[in-house]
């Protein structure tokens, strides 16, 4: 069974970079056709995409965070990872990363979920 | 870019029907995902492609889709249907691809 399993800092200060890495077991994220992807929910807010990287190493991210994002894949240890620049107090949210097959266009299996605060 | 739109907030008596929109001026041609989240847990799909459901979700819970709305129907509402519902959709359509959330529905056991 896939599951997924986010881990990074829960505190980061303003204009550094938030990372986090998600862990993947019962699955391998070189899977033909499948993509890994980072969501976020700021506290009492709703879901927002920020991007997925596809099996082959492919990447696409929310416009609105293109210019401060990049997601990675190493695939010796089955894990991608997220880093987002020039943090403010407003990228403070739950992290969660999730996978989604190139032929249904949702996701999940989902992690459980990682909070992070920015602040200093 | 795509844009999703949802209530708030939809509030209904135990024992009726709850329906809860998501337009999009896209949606009559891509499929429609539905989510329910609940508090301090990650979401859970309750219902793909407009109207599948998962295994596992009840047959209360069900979608639809005319023209540029789709609809999240939930019959019957218990207590435990209280929770956050996202519509989502999958811009596969242009070179640059976008998953897509509506603001999110919290439906409210009156």
């Known amino acids: 069974q896939l599951q997924l399993q986010e881990s990074g800092p829960g505190l980061v200060k303003p204009s550094e970079t938030l990372s986090l890495t998600c862990n993947v077991s019962g699955g391998s994220i070189s899977t033909r056709s499948y993509y890994w992807g980072w969501i976020r929910q700021p506290p009492g807010k709703g879901l927002e995409w920020i991007g997925t990287i596809y099996y082959s190493g492919s990447t696409n991210y929310n416009p609105s965070l293109r210019s401060r994002v990049t997601i990675s894949a190493d695939t010796s240890k089955n894990h991608f990872s997220l880093k987002l620049d020039s943090v403010t107090a407003a990228d403070t949210a739950v992290y969660y990363c999730?996978?989604?097959?190139?032929?249904?266009?949702?996701?999940?299996?989902w992690g459980q979920g990682s909070l992070v605060t920015v602040s200093s | 870019s795509y844009v999703l739109t949802q209530p708030p907030s939809v509030s209904v008596a135990p024992g009726q029907t709850a329906r809860i929109t998501c337009g999009g001026n896209?949606?009559?041609?891509?499929?429609v995902h539905w989510y329910q989240q609940k508090p301090g847990q990650a979401p859970v799909l309750v219902v793909y492609?407009?109207?599948d459901r998962p295994s596992g979700i009840p047959e209360r819970i069900s979608g639809s889709k005319s023209g540029n709305t789709a609809t999240l129907a939930i019959s019957r509402v218990e207590a435990g249907d209280e929770a956050d519902y996202y519509c989502?959709?999958?811009?596969?359509?242009?070179?640059?691809?976008?998953?897509?959330f509506g603001g999110g529905t919290k439906l409210t056991v009156l």
């Open positions: 999730a996978t989604c097959a190139e032929w249904v266009g949702w996701f999940g299996p």
């Open positions: 492609d407009d109207a």
């Open positions: 989502q959709v999958w811009d596969s359509t242009t070179d640059h691809l976008n998953w897509v």
């Open positions: 896209k949606i009559g041609s891509t499929s």
